[in-house]
């Protein structure tokens, strides 16, 4: 199993950024997948979940309305899009499918 996440950087508050998480070695159709954060000396927290259709998604309550979480099965790609960022959204993001994370992609909101 190998996920690649990619797309973070540095933004502005208020500001927009969408992460990319590229599935391998699995069958990534048959399987929910999700986004997690880990800001410095915080635990890791669950920010996202999305079913294997599609059809069903769930989010932390600090990001609902503002993050959408989709994916691409023919793509084998779940999507974060990110919106009106706070710093408080300053974190690592990792892609996880069961059982295997990804290295993560930092984010970091900021003038």
């Known amino acids: 199993v190998q996920l690649v996440e990619s797309g973070g950087g540095l933004v502005q508050p208020g500001g927009s950024l969408r992460l990319s998480c590229a599935a391998s070695?699995?069958?990534?159709?048959?399987?929910?997948m999700s986004w997690y954060r880990q800001a410095p000396g915080k635990e890791r927290e669950l920010v996202a979940a999305?079913?294997?259709?599609?059809?069903?998604?769930n989010y932390a309550v600090s990001v609902k309305g503002r993050f959408t979480i989709s994916r691409d099965n023919a793509k084998n790609t779940v999507y974060l899009q990110m919106n009106s960022l706070k710093p408080e959204d300053t974190a690592v993001y990792y892609c996880s499918a069961p059982g295997s994370w990804g290295q993560g992609t930092q984010v970091t909101v900021s003038s």
């Open positions: 999305i079913s294997s259709t599609g059809g069903l998604t």
């Open positions: 070695g699995f069958t990534f159709r048959s399987y929910g």
